[in-house]
């Protein structure tokens, strides 16, 4: 048993506060010494419950005299720079991961009329929330639906409804800058960087709409000329949002260089981009990285030869469908385009109006064939596939944006996704604390 008196706290202020503070604690520490039998689970909630309160008023004391000291003068307006002089205490709330605090301290006023508060301006608020409980809202609304965060958050002892929960998160992500904070990386012996793009669906309030996402990442060293090269996963960097291609491209080349591409001479850095077939890919590909490796995925590419087996034999004809394929596929992973394409052409279609869909089909694999080379792309270690990409949409986009009756308008969207980027990009902690110095 022992006991907390006044005199073993330096208070130089609020000695009621402190009285009542050593009086809880004293009265916390008699329940449980009372010798009668508390289980763990009992003694461990009655000390969460009573030591949350204790926290609080802790806080509360300890903050209220630091800020309650004075500037030294004259401090300078940060509207004008003209000196300012103190004028009066105010108080206000802020939300803390001990719970609501109020806090009294100076305002200063310079000759021109314009006020301000030096201590809120160290502390580093957001609104009325503490830095370190507004970095708490952001990472839960980056992993959860906003009510689930809310119901996290409540049970931290941070009250917040899931509204605003949503609004503060959007509202703060227009000074984030998730690819600011991307570390720079360096290629080893025989490795390459690799580039891929892909697009995936989120709804909104108009209906579906495509979500661009983007990564770049290194492989590892290869061993021999037919080796497979594989993905180091730690090197993977994403960017997505729902806006144009334009600005995907942007977003892109700013995580790329950011990450270590460009950053040397171009003769030094081997870069491949693997993509599917749409348009807006490859003509990103061509803008910001006209010296890369272009490559169709593989499994897209062959995809397409179901749609001309299902076109020439109908989609009832499983069996002759899959032997078909077996016949081609292999043709298609040597690389050999212009067999695959008169395989195509010497097809005839049960209904005469399919002609110009396989015709499509065949000059689709003309007009990728340089893209299509993969007897030889393995030949050099290089994959063929884009898992990582659409590996991305999944967990990147879907498992946070995609779940029953949600509906996203653009900022809304954008804004979660630069915080779920900046959570996969492992950079969270290099933009809540920079002075930590840690990813």
Known sequence: ?????????????????AMNLVEEIND???????????????????????????????????????????????????????????????????????GIIRVHRWVYCCALG????????????KGKYTHRVAEAMCRLSAHLPFREAAEELSRQGIKVSHTTLHKKVREWS?????????????????????????GCHTNSPEGWKETKVSCIYRDYPQLGPNSVASV????????????????????????????????????????????????????????????????VDYMHAKSH?????????????????????????????????????????????????DRDTLEREARYFQKHAKRMRYKAFREKGYQIGSGVIESACHHVVGKRCKHASMRWTEPGLNAILEWRCLLKNKTWNRYWYPETKTA
């Not at 005299?65 to 000196?83: H, I, L, M, W």
């Not at 360096?186 to 891929?196: A, G, H, I």
């Not at 040397?264 to 990285?289: C, K, P, R």
């Open 174 to 198: 227009k000074d984030l800058k998730a690819l600011a904070a991307v570390a720079p990386q360096t290629l080893e012996k025989n490795q390459r960087w690799y580039v891929s793009c892909d």
């Open 305 to 353: 030869l179901y749609d001309v087996a299902k076109c020439a034999f109908g989609e009832t004809e499983t069996e002759t469908i899959a032997a078909w394929i077996q016949e081609v596929a292999p043709i298609l992973l040597d690389g050999n385009i212009p067999e695959v394409v008169a395989r195509i052409r010497t097809l005839e279609p049960q209904n005469p109006e």
């Open 114 to 125: 314009h006020s301000h508060k030096p201590w809120d301006m160290r502390q580093r608020l």
């Open 28 to 98: 916390l520490v008699g329940e449980l010494g009372t010798g009668s039998y508390v289980s763990l689970d009992e003694a461990e909630q009655r000390i969460l419950e009573g030591t949350h309160s204790i926290r609080r008023k802790l806080l509360e004391m300890s903050v209220n005299q630091e800020a309650s000291g004075k500037e030294a003068e004259p401090v300078a307006c940060p509207k004008c720079d003209t000196p300012s002089r103190r004028w009066r205490r105010r108080g206000r709330q802020i939300t803390t991961r001990c």
């Open 1 to 17: 048993m022992f006991s907390i008196t006044l005199e073993s706290c330096e208070v130089k202020e609020n000695t009621e506060a």
């Open 232 to 295: 180091r996963t730690e090197s993977i960097r994403y960017t997505a949002n729902r806006q144009d291609a334009q600005h995907c491209g942007k977003d892109l080349y700013a995580l790329a260089t950011n990450s270590g591409i460009y950053q040397e001479a171009i003769d030094t850095q081997e870069i491949v981009f693997i993509g599917d077939g749409a348009a807006w890919i490859w003509n990103l590909a061509a803008e910001y990285f006209p010296n890369a490796v272009e490559i």
